[in-house]
T-cell receptor, first 117, second 114 residues
Framework: AQKVTQAQTEISVVEKEDVTLDCVYE???????LFWYKQPPSGELVFLIR??????QNEISGRYSWNFQKSTSSFNFTITASQVVDSAVYFC??????????????FGAGTQVVVTP | DGGITQSPKYLFRKEGQNVTLSCEQN?????MYWYRQDPGQGLRLIYY???????QKGDIAEGYSVSREKKESFPLTVTSAQKNPTAFYLC?????????????FGPGTRLTVT
């Protein structure tokens, strides 16, 4: 069975501070994909990033960066210089490639990020 | 503009009634999905469809039914057999489930059953 754990329920920061969101996953699949989604107050989920298990290279995209470590089954996400518009719930998700898990996203419980001016 | 539409945004029903939630996409995506979100929790997969006229149960399919007669449409019926139907329902689509493309989500329907 697959499982995604986001231990942080809520993180509050002041604008311009960096925010790091933790994500730990469990899967028996040797090949899988990891995702981060953002859910603003409007409710619609917005895709942020996707990473496959073959590639542990960490990247930066604008103010977003991620740290994928297969050895610790972690896929952490960082927002640099946070802005009020970053206030949202952030979800980590996992999708495997076995018959049972193919194309199905397993979501964590989400982390509420509150950025105050 | 391409995207996913869900209607209505808010829906109220009496207990014991079936209700159908609409989901339409014009992205030409093959795969479509229905998720349920409860307060403070992540999304849980109800049903998904990889191609027209085919769909599979997700993790919490009991009390729900779907159809996929057209590529663009994937309506979800919440039946009276669903014990706790009040929730936020999100529809999503992706180019193809087989290649694990990212899923794009609609704005959601908030269902309240009393």
């Amino acid at each position: 069975a697959q499982k995604v754990t986001q231990a942080q329920t809520e993180i509050s920061v002041v604008e311009k501070e960096d925010v790091t969101l933790d994500c730990v996953y469990e899967t028996r699949d040797t090949t899988y994909y990891l995702f981060w989604y953002k859910q603003p107050p409007s409710g619609e989920l917005v895709f942020l990033i996707r990473r496959n298990s073959f590639d542990e290279q960490n990247e930066i995209s604008g103010r977003y960066s991620w740290n994928f470590q297969k050895s610790t089954s972690s896929f952490n996400f960082t927002i640099t210089a946070s802005q009020v518009v970053d206030s949202a719930v952030y979800f980590c998700a996992l999708s495997g490639m076995t018959t049972d898990s193919w194309g199905k996203l397993q979501f964590g419980a989400g982390t509420q990020v509150v950025v105050t001016p | 503009d391409g995207g996913i539409t869900q209607s209505p945004k808010y829906l109220f029903r009496k207990e014991g009634q079936n209700v159908t939630l609409s989901c339409e996409q014009n992205l030409n995506h093959d795969a479509m999905y229905w998720y349920r979100q409860d307060p403070g929790q992540g999304l849980r997969l109800i049903y998904y469809s990889q191609i027209v006229n085919d769909f599979q149960k997700g993790d919490i399919a009991e009390g729900y039914s779907v159809s996929r007669e057209k590529k663009e449409s994937f309506p979800l019926t919440v039946t009276s057999a669903q014990k706790n139907p009040t929730a936020f329902y999100l529809c999503a689509s992706s180019i193809s489930a087989g290649d694990l493309y990212e899923q794009y989500f609609g704005p959601g329907t908030r269902l309240t059953v009393t």
